[in-house]
């Protein structure tokens, strides 16, 4: 038999406890205090820069420690970038705002996209494309014919690798010596071999233009690629090296 003295498992008529129902009180008030001090913390006239001096400060540290490569993989990290500065500055001259909801609204986008924006500088610095063309050594001479001068080497050093990626792609322009003669291009190729200190050798094929893309996989000190011309007889070609970049696959 119950006793009729215990009321404190007393239920309700939708099936809640008194003392779950007090429970359930102390949570909604401990979520409003919360939530109220987050309001008077965003309205407070000293919060009114924090979300401008957040996202200036990661501006200035991208910068100093702005990495190589194309401007193209840096679209998500300046969008987010832009859309921080944009609201915090808004923050800032909203004076008046009609409310809390506008004013939290905008310090909360401009946190969240400066915290985005950092994210995504940091991902191309780890894994973004570096352009190292213009650190390639050419070894070897030069014009390549068909017969006793057909090989070239291509360097990559310590310097030029101090980044780590697992992947080298390089484009090769072949053209012909004497621009004035007949063009040798149609009957021309080569063969280019990654041949680099613990790294299996890799082989492929190019015509003038092409590109290709050599696995690195760990960590290397060097890259070293040679090339074999294949051109017809009496045609005598220059190579260079138009693009190299390092990359992770």
């Given amino acids: ?27 909604s008030i401990a979520a409003n205090d919360i939530k109220n001090l987050i309001i008077k913390w965003v309205m407070h006239p000293s919060a009114r820069w924090a979300p401008l001096l957040l996202a200036c400060t990661g501006l200035v540290i991208a910068g100093s420690t702005w990495p190589d490569g ?7 990290w300046g969008t ?5 500065v944009a609201t915090a500055a808004a923050r800032v001259l909203n004076r008046r705002p009609r409310g809390a909801r506008v004013v939290g609204a905008l310090s909360l986008v401009s946190v969240l996209a ?7 500088f940091q991902s191309v610095a780890t894994h973004g494309e570096i352009d190292v063309t213009g650190q390639v050594r050419t ?7 068909d017969t006793a001068h057909r090989s070239l080497s291509f360097l990559l050093d310590a310097s030029a690798l101090k980044e780590p990626r697992n992947a080298l792609r390089l484009t090769l322009a072949i053209d012909d010596h004497d621009p004035a003669g007949p063009t040798c291009l149609p009957d021309t190729g080569a063969t280019v071999s990654l041949l680099t200190s613990g790294v299996a050798a890799q082989t ?32 005598r070609m220059d ?4 693009s190299a970049v390092l990359h992770d696959r």
């Fill in 114 to 120: 400066t915290v985005g924006a950092w994210l995504a």
């Fill in 80 to 84: 987010l970038a832009a859309l921080s």
């Fill in 204 to 235: 492929t094929d190019l015509r003038p233009g092409g590109t290709a893309d050599f696995s690195l996989g760990a960590r290397v000190r060097s890259v070293r690629i040679d090339l074999q011309l294949h051109t017809a007889r009496g045609c």
């Fill in 70 to 76: 194309p401007a193209s993989q840096y679209a998500l």
């Fill in 239 to 242: 190579v260079r090296a138009t």
């Fill in 139 to 145: 070894r070897g001479t030069q014009p390549l014919d």
């Fill in 1 to 27: 038999m119950t006793d009729p003295g215990d009321t404190g498992d007393l239920r309700d008529r939708g099936g809640t406890t008194h003392k779950e129902a007090n429970t359930l009180g102390d949570h």
